[in-house]
């Protein structure tokens, strides 16, 4: 990062506020702005439910503590983003133009390709990656964290799936019941 260049933080964890701080401070000058996206952490039963307010407020306190940290080395601007790290990232350079990406987390590789398709240097402030799942276990993962637009369907299909298997099940018990005491 060169004089007032303009970094981009993407932070994936819950404790990397330290982290930062390290890489802002070790660059041999201080940046022209510092712009910090923090994507909210959803968990599965919260996605499922459409609970993701408590996740966005947890999103905007890791923001907060950055902004508090970073405050003293430039000014600094933050904002809780999408579930999706690339598309919180896509979001935050409509309105910050920076010129580089650090990310401050653990990221796999997949997302780390996406975020270099901006065209930006993209910088690790940790060298933990993520390796690349198989092509089956990462449509289930995108499925199962909203970003397809057949989860509706694949939700609906495998309740009801479910439901006339334990429908199916609880038939066979009955039967096998009546049969056991002689009414069949």
């Known amino acids: 990062m060169t004089a007032g260049a303009r970094p ?3 932070l994936l964890g819950d404790h990397e506020v330290g982290r930062v701080r390290d890489a802002i401070e070790a660059r041999p000058e ?14 599965p039963l919260d996605w499922l439910a459409t609970a993701d307010d408590e996740a966005q407020r947890r999103a905007e306190v890791r923001v907060l503590e950055v902004e508090w940290t970073l405050a003293d ?24 133009p920076a010129d580089e990406i650090l990310v401050a987390g653990p990221i796999d ?34 499925l199962a964290a909203g970003h397809d637009n057949a989860t509706p369907f694949v939700l609906f299909f495998g309740v009801n ?14 039967v096998l019941l009546l049969w056991a005491i002689g009414e069949l």
Do not use: M, T, W, Y
């Not at 000014?75 to 919180?88: H, N, T």
């Not at 930006?120 to 089956?136: G, I, M, Q």
């Open 73 to 96: 080395d430039a000014p600094v601007e933050g904002e809780a983003g999408d579930v999706d790290p690339v598309q919180a990232v896509e979001d935050a350079l409509r309105r910050f």
């Open 161 to 174: 799936a479910l439901l006339l298997l334990a429908g199916i099940v609880l038939s066979a018990l009955v």
């Open 109 to 142: 590789v997949d997302s780390e390709q996406a975020l270099r398709g901006f065209g930006l240097p993209v910088v690790r402030l940790d060298k933990a990656r993520r390796p690349r799942a198989s092509r089956p276990v990462r449509a289930l993962r995108r």
């Open 8 to 10: 981009l933080v993407l």
């Open 30 to 43: 201080p940046p022209e702005r510092i712009h910090v996206v923090a994507p909210a952490l959803v968990r």
